[in-house]
């Protein structure tokens, strides 16, 4: 199981960005997928998911601005992200489980990790 995020860069504030997950090798649509973000010196963040059931949820600071979805077809996943602020400033990865019975947003319920890709709000 592979998953490879991109589309991270450098955005002046109030700048938008999206990201993208590709997945391979595994059963993607019985999957819930998962984005969360890492500043520098704090933990690994919960973002939004997109879950099998087509249900999405958010982290409740981040409805306003994030955007999740997912292409079972495609095997993707993507996380816009508007009006970007310098405290958006993280490492965000993207995530993906194995069959769960329910939501979480916990990293350690994710089982297949992509390598991360750095989003910097900087003017």
């Known amino acids: 199981v592979q998953l490879q995020a991109s589309g991270g860069g450098l955005v002046q504030p109030g700048g938008s960005l999206r990201l993208f997950c590709a997945a391979s090798?595994?059963?993607?649509?019985?999957?819930?997928t998962a984005w969360f973000r890492q500043a520098p010196g704090k933990g690994r963040e919960f973002v939004a998911v997109?879950?099998?059931?087509?249900?999405?949820y958010y982290q409740d600071s981040m409805k306003a601005r994030f955007t999740i979805s997912r292409d079972n077809a495609k095997k993707t996943v993507s996380l816009e992200i508007n009006n970007l602020q310098p405290e958006d400033t993280a490492v965000y990865y993207c995530?993906?489980?194995?069959?769960?019975?329910?939501?979480?947003?916990?990293?350690?319920?994710?089982?297949?990790w992509g390598q991360g890709t750095q989003v910097t709000v900087s003017s």
């Open positions: 997109a879950r099998r059931t087509g249900d999405h």
């Open positions: 995530a993906a489980s194995k069959w769960l019975p329910r939501l979480t947003m916990r990293p350690g319920d994710y089982d297949f």
């Open positions: 090798g595994h059963t993607f649509s019985s999957s819930d």
